[in-house]
């Protein structure tokens, strides 16, 4: 089994700031990588896929890159509304998603 | 519109089983994949399988292997995810997701349901 591991686990921010969430594979997995954010008592949303491609609808701000086993999501200025938990998610075999990482409010 | 929509809460004594439907609308059904995943109190995802709505053809997690089964009927497009054995540690909200890519990318979720597992 894959494993991903995220850090950090917790990033405490504040609005405007620039965040840059890391995610790591414990083997290669290409570029098929995902990104997911998931507030309090909602499914998770996806915002990346195929570690850099934004999905439908995700604002400019949020960017993926990376390769093979070392992976970033970084938000340029956040805003209130991206105070939520990230977390990364491989496809390469089977699927596994990494632990997460909590942006919180500085 | 796409819209995932699962079945209701549901609480269940160890030993038992648990079913949990997604009715699937706003796509062609069977175009697409669904996987399921779980989310216990206060942790995080955990993927449990996958199903082609096209064939059926299905992969599970290793460690729910002989302990889950996923289905689908296209005539009413809808995916049904059953649990077997069930421990404590089963509870969860279980979610469907769409799933384009075969096991990622999931763009599109249900709403979640919690199932919870209590003597």
């Known amino acids: 089994e894959i494993v991903l591991t995220q850090s950090p686990a917790t990033l405490s921010l504040s609005p405007g700031e620039r965040a840059t969430l890391s995610c790591r594979a414990s083997?290669?997995?290409?570029?098929?990588l995902a990104w997911y954010q998931q507030k309090p008592g909602q499914a998770p949303r996806l915002l990346i896929y195929?570690?850099?491609n934004r999905a439908t609808g995700i604002p400019a701000r949020f960017s993926g890159s990376g390769s093979g086993t070392d992976f970033t999501l970084t938000i340029s200025s956040l805003e209130p509304e991206d105070f939520a938990v990230y977390y990364c998610q491989q496809r390469s075999t089977l699927s596994t998603f990494g632990p997460g990482t909590k942006v919180d409010i500085k | 519109q796409v819209q995932l929509v699962q079945s209701g809460a549901e609480v269940k004594k160890p030993g038992a089983s648990v079913k949990v439907s997604c009715k699937a609308s706003?796509?062609?059904?069977?175009?697409?994949?669904i996987s399921w995943v779980r989310q216990a109190p206060g942790q995080g995802l955990e993927w449990m399988g996958w199903?082609?709505?096209?064939?059926?053809?299905?992969n599970y997690a290793q460690k729910l292997q002989g302990r889950v089964t996923m289905t689908t009927d296209t005539s009413t497009s809808t995916a049904y995810m059953e649990l077997r054995s069930l421990r404590s540690d089963d509870t969860a909200v279980y979610y469907c997701a769409r799933d384009p890519d075969y096991y990622g990318d999931f763009d599109y979720w249900g709403q979640g349901t919690l199932v919870t597992v209590s003597s």
């Open positions: 083997q290669s997995v290409s570029s098929y």
């Open positions: 199903i082609s709505a096209y064939n059926g053809n299905t």
């Open positions: 195929d570690a850099s």
């Open positions: 706003g796509y062609t059904f069977t175009s697409y994949g």
